[in-house]
């Protein structure tokens, strides 16, 4: 078996022609610039007596944060592949033992705290899909102008979505799906097609935020829908779908989850 893995991760970083992802200044600057302008925000928001320790609680996470990115930006391309779903899987697991053994912080149980540490699997989370993400539409070069790829790809995103629901964590959740947006937009999906497969996510979300937000998520969505000017069918069964995952999900969560909490 550890001969297998050694080839297998061997075979990766040579099909990665063992080059880095290299530095990209321009990324490098802007995200240097939104440290900075959220760093002095945080710093003038907490500028009476008692409120320094979290700036430098964020400031010690930006510098972590900052040269973490410079060691993965100049990392072998395999490496990444190699871990790629070995880390999604690594990332349910979290997403789902928190579930069950985490602490309620804000209305969620979505952290695991061991004495003085804390942390938030859905944030650690978040890099393991994007790298999974990335790799199947960028190594194994999908297209995501058809149906079966893009199902691919919401699927990916759909089952760490669902578990940050249960816990339930609307914000990290939607934060998801427009990283999922993201990455379909950057591998160019077929904006129709990626919306309509989004959507009945975004309803279900809004769903369990209350009806009316459910009725408002409804409503611009029938209308961004009729603005591709598709055919009606296709519009109607879009539309009618985003509709059932909004009404099931609310159904779902009022009279079976919140019962079984």
């Given amino acids: 078996i550890t001969t297998t893995l050694q080839m297998s ?6 099909r990665g022609n063992q080059s880095s992802i290299g530095f990209d200044a321009k990324t490098f600057f802007i995200t240097i610039v939104l440290i900075t302008i959220g760093l002095v925000s945080i710093y003038s928001a907490t500028y009476e007596p008692g ?5 430098y609680s964020q400031l010690t996470f930006a510098f972590a944060g900052i040269v973490l990115m410079l060691v993965i930006a100049y990392l072998p391309e395999g490496v990444l592949q190699f871990f790629a779903y070995p880390l999604y899987g690594l990332g349910l697991i979290l997403l789902s033992a928190v579930i069950f053994f985490g602490t309620i912080r804000n209305g969620a149980r979505g952290w695991f705290v061991f004495g003085p540490l804390s942390f938030q699997p859905a944030e650690i989370v978040k890099f393991f899909i994007l790298i999974s993400a990335s790799r199947i539409v960028g190594l194994e070069a999908r297209s995501l102008k058809n149906w079966r790829d893009m199902g691919l790809l919401l699927l990916i995103f759909l089952i760490p979505i669902g578990l940050i629901l249960l816990e339930p964590d609307f914000g990290s959740a939607s934060v998801y799906m427009v990283m999922m947006i993201g990455i379909g937009l950057w ?9 309509t497969l989004v959507a009945p996510l975004a309803v279900a979300i809004c769903a369990l935020i209350g009806n009316n937000e459910m009725y408002i998520c409804l409503g611009v969505i029938l209308v961004i829908m009729v603005a591709f000017r598709r055919s009606i069918w296709v519009t109607v069964t879009g539309f009618l779908i985003s509709i059932s995952s909004g009404f099931s999900t609310g159904y779902i969560y009022q009279n079976i989850l919140l019962l079984h909490q």
């Fill in 51 to 55: 409120g320094s320790h979290i700036f």
């Fill in 187 to 195: 591998a160019g999906a077929d904006l129709f097609l990626l919306f």
């Fill in 9 to 14: 991760f061997t075979d990766d970083i040579l």
